[in-house]
T-cell receptor, first 109, second 114 residues
Framework: SQQGEEDPQALSIQEGENATMNCSYK?????LQWYRQNSGRGLVHLIL?????REKHSGRLRVTLDTSKKSSSLLITASRAADTASYFC?????????FGAGTTVTVRA | NAGVMQNPRHLVRRRGQEARLRCSPM?????VYWYRQLPEEGLKFMVY????????ESGMPKERFSAEFPKEGPSILRIQQVVRGDSAAYFC????????????FGQGTRLTVV
């Protein structure tokens, strides 16, 4: 299946540091979307990058996409305690969004 | 424009009862997805619907589970004769017709089967 696979599974960083997580997928995609989920809550859409884009920014978020390697990365700069959450990538093939197990990020004060 | 609305937020059912989960997509969105999430896991695709049509139900168990998205009203995910293994969070997402747009998620329904 076209499931996104995030790496690492878990990440613990100090407030103010940057957090980087990666995503790999298998086949061609229309776009790739990143979501955040706080414990016990719904998913919040962070950013969408289209298959013909290589990099995109939104506030403290930077997403890259390398379609030749079928991989994406999400960088959160100057992390805050409020960034503590699980992060999921979701490659979109045609209509379907597929999710992996996510990266759990803990930001220590 | 209200977000994706799911209700109820929490649902407790005894084994053998039916569970009905409702999802109202964002205004103007004609595509609805249902996902299931077990604790500490990612979201598993269940079904994708457009108005009055099931497009892909490959992730939905063949028995006891059904979904609909009528012309009027919310999308419904129905689980008949629930078992303990159905306990999970069920999320609905909606998106508009065009393919390069975001999907927006509701807050989910947490189903507990006792």
């Amino acid at each position: 299946s076209q499931q996104g696979e995030e790496d690492p599974q878990a990440l613990s960083i100090q407030e103010g540091e940057n957090a980087t997580m990666n995503c790999s997928y298998k086949t061609s995609i229309n776009n790739l979307q990143w979501y955040r989920q706080n414990s016990g809550r719904g998913l919040v859409h962070l950013i969408l990058i289209r298959s013909n884009e290589r990099e995109k920014h939104s506030g403290r978020l930077r997403v890259t996409l390398d379609t030749s390697k079928k991989s994406s990365s999400l960088l959160i700069t100057a992390s805050r305690a409020a960034d503590t959450a699980s992060y999921f990538c979701a490659p979109r093939e045609d209509y379907k969004l597929s999710f992996g197990a996510g990266t759990t990020v803990t930001v220590r004060a | 424009n209200a977000g994706v609305m799911q209700n109820p937020r929490h649902l407790v059912r005894r084994r053998g009862q039916e569970a009905r989960l409702r999802c109202s997509p964002m205004k103007g969105h004609s595509h609805v997805y249902w996902y299931r999430q077990l604790p500490e896991e990612g979201l598993k695709f269940m079904v994708y619907l457009q108005k009055e049509n099931i497009i892909d139900e490959s992730g939905m168990p063949k028995e006891r589970f059904s979904a609909e998205f009528p012309k009027e009203g919310p999308s419904i995910l129905r689980i008949q004769q629930v078992v303990r293994g159905d306990s999970a969070a069920y999320f609905c997402a909606s998106s508009p017709l065009t393919e390069n747009t975001e999907a927006f998620f509701g807050q989910g329904t947490r189903l507990t089967v006792v």
